[in-house]
């Protein structure tokens, strides 16, 4: 079937007769990047520092290799651009690989992440949501796996199910939880700021003491790491709705690469400044960990300083 409509679309281009079916080219370079960095930005920074620093040790090693993450990141997203300024079509991955191997391995490519590759990320993010909801319920004690799984599973039918019953509304509840991590990280980073103006630094310092720079740890870090910056690639998804992509989708992905990774390392910098490293270690909710702490009362801090 997919090869059908592709051969339809050949021939349609060779006759002025038939209309060819062209989206509609509203996206510009400030929604480009918000398009980036609203993908990027996931449920991966709320869990990776555990994992990162489960494996090189040190908060100095952990801020490196987030940093060394954007950057690489970036490096992948700069082939994907290059990509899509060659072939100016919808699709991402999958008319990638149409073109350049034919229909077959193009169907296997879309066929790997429909069942396998989406999947699997849709149960990672629904397992941190449960971990994070599970946390103030649990707080001097270990999570039920049984209750995270079934939290984790009610999350992903619940959502099914708005997507499939309204997409008004499932658009509705994306906005939400777009700005609701966003305001999280935002008042994380203001928190991690307050509490250094404070004086309070006491993470920070010996910040590379037992790093661990072994090319395993490094390689595992590296693999955790990777996975809370992606995304990278959603823009090409829909690039035929692009006004400029020659111009806007390089621009786009160096823009918001390099603001995801500040983001990121800033965040990873608050989150020192509240919870030792022994608790980065020990729980799977950083952030909630951070929030419990002292969180409410220094963004009341903040929030006067700022106003």
């Not at 692009?242 to 390392?265: E, G, H, Q």
Request: charged share 15%; hydrophobic share 50%.
């Amino acid at each position: 079937m997919m090869e059908e409509v592709h051969e339809l679309d050949k021939m349609n281009n060779g006759r002025d007769d038939i209309p060819v079916v062209q989206l509609k080219k509203t996206i510009g370079l400030a929604s480009s990047i918000t398009i980036i960095v609203g993908s990027m930005i996931g449920s991966g920074i709320f869990v990776s520092p555990t994992g990162i620093m489960e494996n090189v040790r040190s908060i100095g090693a952990s801020l490196i290799i987030w940093v060394a993450c954007g950057l690489f990141s970036m490096l992948g997203a700069y082939c994907y651009a290059e990509l899509g300024t060659m072939i100016h079509r919808s699709g991402g991955d999958y008319i990638y690989v149409y073109e350049a191997f034919g229909p077959f391995l193009g169907f296997l490519r879309l066929w790997s992440e429909v069942v396998v590759a989406r999947p699997a990320s849709v149960a990672i993010m629904s397992m941190t949501f449960a971990k994070y909801i599970a946390q103030p319920i649990f707080p001097d004690c270990d999570q039920p796996e049984v209750a995270v799984r079934l939290l984790a599973a009610v999350c992903i039918i619940l959502l099914s199910f708005i997507n499939a019953f309204s997409v008004r509304m499932s658009t509705f509840v994306q906005d939400i939880f777009t700005y609701a991590k966003v305001a999280a990280l935002i008042m994380i980073i203001i928190t991690g700021f307050v509490q250094i103006g404070f004086g309070k630094v006491d993470g920070l310092v010996g910040a590379f003491d037992n790093s661990d720079w072994s090319p395993g740890a490094i390689t595992k870090a590296f693999y955790v790491g990777l996975f809370a910056y992606s995304g990278w690639n959603y823009l090409n998804c829909m690039i035929e709705e692009m006004n400029n992509p020659r111009r806007d989708l390089p621009l786009a992905i160096i823009i918001s690469c390099l603001l995801v990774t500040f983001i990121y390392t800033m965040a990873n910098v608050a989150y020192v400044t509240v919870v030792s490293p022994y608790e980065i270690l020990t729980t799977p909710a950083v952030a909630i960990v951070s929030c419990n702490q002292e969180c409410i009362r220094l963004f009341i801090y903040s929030a006067y300083l700022f106003s």
